[in-house]
T-cell receptor
């Protein structure tokens, strides 16, 4: 089946720093990648949809200047949390449109 | 708007009994409905899905039913086992300029041995 990897698996950073999360499709080409955020014991909330070669589409209430998404190639989409704050601590997961398969997720903790 | 409601939020059943989780969706144009199982600290895993052109789909102990008229779909797990204990999420596809999946709020299933 389709394999999606994420890097890093977990990250702890200080408030105010930026963190980049990579999502790679290892054995297929992903034209569209969904980025979700999941707080503890909560559901998955769609943050944005990234499309290869074009701007991402953000969901209502998600700050596009804070959560920068880049989908430069058919195998790589990145999410950068800029000026992270403790309330950004969450589990970030990507999944491609073509496959109903989630990446392993990145657990972000902002101190 | 785009909305998926899921009930119940928690469900406890005795081992061997059946479990049913129900979801409703808001957009009659939704045409794809996956179900995911998420164990603690892990990513959601697709367990079964159904498209709008069928009313029921079964895979061993798991089945999903879809009522397009009422805009609801359900997950049925028969002969439950302790390893079925997890959080289950339903999702529905929506299209509003872009194609996306919106998730229900989740159901924590506990199978008691």
């Amino acid at each position: 089946g389709a394999v999606v990897s994420q890097h890093p698996s977990w990250v702890i950073c200080k408030s105010g720093t930026s963190v980049k999360i990579e999502c790679r499709s290892l054995d297929f080409q992903a034209t569209t990648m969904f980025w979700y955020r999941q707080f503890p014991k909560k559901s998955l909330m769609l943050m944005a949809t990234s499309n290869e070669g074009s701007k991402a589409t953000y969901e209502q209430g998600v700050e596009k200047d804070k959560f920068l998404i880049n989908h430069a190639s058919l195998t790589l989409s990145t999410l950068t949390v800029t000026s992270a704050h403790p309330e950004d601590s969450s589990f970030y997961i990507c999944t491609p449109l073509e496959e109903q398969f989630f990446g392993p997720g990145t657990r972000l903790t902002v101190l | 708007g785009e909305n998926v409601e899921q009930h119940p939020s928690t469900l406890s059943v005795q081992e061997g009994d059946s479990a049913v989780i129900k979801c409703t969706y808001s957009d009659s144009a939704s045409n794809y409905f996956p179900w995911y199982k998420q164990e603690l600290g892990k990513r959601p895993q697709l367990i079964i899905d159904i498209r709008s052109n069928v009313g029921e789909k079964k895979d061993q102990r798991i089945a999903v039913t879809l009522n397009k008229t009422a805009k609801h779909f359900s997950l049925h797990i028969t002969e439950t086992q302790p390893e079925d204990s997890a959080v289950y999420f339903c999702a529905a596809s929506f299209f509003s300029g872009t194609y996306k999946y919106i998730f229900g709020t989740g159901t924590r299933l506990k199978v008691l041995a």
